[in-house]
């Protein structure tokens, strides 16, 4: 197998903002073994579709996309462990082309049941949810009793030596500032880096206005008892800001909230349910699905009416009692 792939490519997808799309999120299941609080709808959730994407579809859909110069591809959910053939999907994927940047959001509860089959199947990054370093407070944001798994499943896969590691942390004002310490405390001597990441609004998750926490006030907090020293961003469609804390671990911060990267944005997503949509934030989809069985000649033509009714940036969440629009899917049904 050679380490570049010679499919044919189209000419790439850009939307109406002249915005190139690079980079595709792909969410493979809205189950969860896990019920963040910033993610879950309040009320009780037990919802799965059940027209999930099939593997079929999945490998359909990475052939199109990468046809676009789909070049980066994530696997999020839900939590993609529990979905049976994801070592398939990952296999396929770094085989078809190896060079795609592949890379997986989990929340590390299964990372050390099936982190050798998925580093054997291809993939090298992994970005790991985690909110909080300590047994109680992880209960109190997930509602789960899983932190000791979670955290095996971290410290394996740091044995593993996977490529990338990254431990996403929602900001969450009252909540995070005492996590901060222990964060910097535990990636200290690891190849590990936080990300701090703004919380954004979803349908039916926690009272944003009241949880929001910036990434200026959580530098304020390092700043009491740290040096940080901030580091040159990599390309303009980055979408963290990263810095050195005492000249010694890394960490970042995804302020899409108080700092929007629409202007570059270079991503689209596919929802467990086989929905295109253009944006996070945005409720315009159309399903691909039913375009897949039988391939519809005039795919390529809805993809790309989709991306040009995407929408410049998302609305300023900041303003006074923002709520995002009760009909839109919430978090879980989006995918990370
Ligand atoms: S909010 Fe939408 S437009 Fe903005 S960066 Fe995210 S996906 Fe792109």
Redesign the pocket.
């Known amino acids: 197998m050679s380490d570049t792939c010679t499919h044919i490519l189209r000419k790439p997808l850009t939307d109406s903002f002249e915005r190139e799309i690079r980079s595709l999120r792909i969410s493979i299941t809205e189950k969860c073994n896990l019920r963040c609080r910033y993610c879950m709808p309040e009320d009780s959730y037990e919802h799965h579709s059940k027209d999930v994407i099939t593997l079929e579809e999945i490998k359909l859909l990475v052939e199109v996309f990468h046809s676009f110069g789909i070049n980066k591809i994530r696997l999020t959910g839900g939590e993609p462990t529990l979905r049976p053939d994801l070592t398939e999907i990952v296999r396929f994927i770094s085989n078809y082309c190896p060079n795609i940047e592949l890379n997986m959001t989990t929340n590390g509860v299964l990372l050390e049941k099936f982190g050798i089959d998925l580093l054997n199947a291809g993939l090298k990054r992994i970005n790991i949810s985690i909110d909080a370093i300590d047994p109680v407070e992880f209960q109190y944001i997930t509602q789960r009793n899983q932190y000791q798994k979670m955290m095996n499943g971290i410290l394996f896969a740091l044995q593993l030596g996977f490529e990338s590691i990254k431990l996403n942390v929602v900001a969450i004002k009252d909540f995070t500032e005492r996590q901060i310490p222990k964060f910097i405390k535990f990636i200290e001597g690891t190849n590990l880096e936080v990300r701090f990441i703004e919380l954004m609004p979803f349908s039916g998750n926690l009272n944003f206005q009241d949880k929001f926490l910036s990434k200026n006030e959580i530098l304020q907090v390092i700043e009491q008892t740290h040096a940080l020293t901030p580091i040159q961003k990599d390309n303009l469609s980055q979408?963290f800001t990263m810095y050195y804390v005492d000249g010694k671990v890394k960490i970042g911060f995804i302020p899409?909230v108080t700092d929007?990267?629409?202007k570059n944005?270079d991503?689209?997503?596919i929802t467990a349910d086989g929905n295109l949509r253009?944006?996070?934030?945005?409720s315009n989809e159309i399903n691909l699905t039913n375009l897949l069985n039988p391939l519809d000649p005039e795919l390529e033509g809805h993809i790309r009416e989709a991306l040009r009714k995407?929408?410049?940036?998302?609305p300023d969440f900041r303003i006074a009692n923002y709520r995002p629009p009760l009909s839109d899917r919430a978090m879980i049904l989006i995918g990370g």
């Open positions: 979408t899409s929007s990267f629409c944005c991503r689209v997503r253009p944006c996070l934030h945005s995407k929408w410049k940036e998302h």
